[in-house]
């Protein structure tokens, strides 16, 4: 016995919005204003005044609800530098992101959100 479209629909349908509401509560406590969001991919674009930065929230349901601000860092002397890089990588493999080799985790991010929000349509505003 299968299950009916309609059932199936609705059950996407709570469960983006789910993820959009994940996205904005994880948004609202770091002061991030959201500009696009998407609870179907996962992923939601902003900028935080208080670091002056573009900032990236993500969800996978294998890591969890991720908050990125866009940065140059300094990667090498970071301890969090293996944790980013397979995050991002991670991520990448979710997207079906080919990710170039020998780049920072900074990088990679920019690669990675650039590829993204251009997948999605989104127009980059400034932040």
Not at 17 to 22: D, P, Q, S, V
Not at 48 to 55: G, I, M, P, Q, V
Not at 66 to 94: D, P, R, T, V
Not at 98 to 120: C, E, H, M, N, W
Request: proline share 3%; hydrophobic share 40%.
């Amino acid at each position: 016995m299968g299950v009916s479209r309609p059932f199936i629909s609705k059950a996407q349908g709570i469960a983006e919005a789910r993820i959009e509401k994940l996205l904005r509560n994880a948004a609202y406590v770091n002061r991030i204003n959201i500009e696009q969001i998407s609870g179907k991919y996962g992923f939601a674009v902003g900028y935080c005044s208080a670091y002056d930065s573009r900032t990236y929230v993500t969800y996978s349901p294998t890591i969890g609800v991720q908050m990125w601000f866009s940065h140059k860092g300094e990667c090498q002397s970071c301890a969090q530098l293996n944790e980013c890089e397979k995050i991002l990588k991670e991520l990448g493999k979710e997207w079906r992101i080919k990710i170039p080799a020998a780049l920072q985790p900074t990088d990679i991010a920019v690669y990675l959100f650039d590829s993204i929000v251009g997948r999605l349509g989104w127009i980059r505003t400034e932040g």
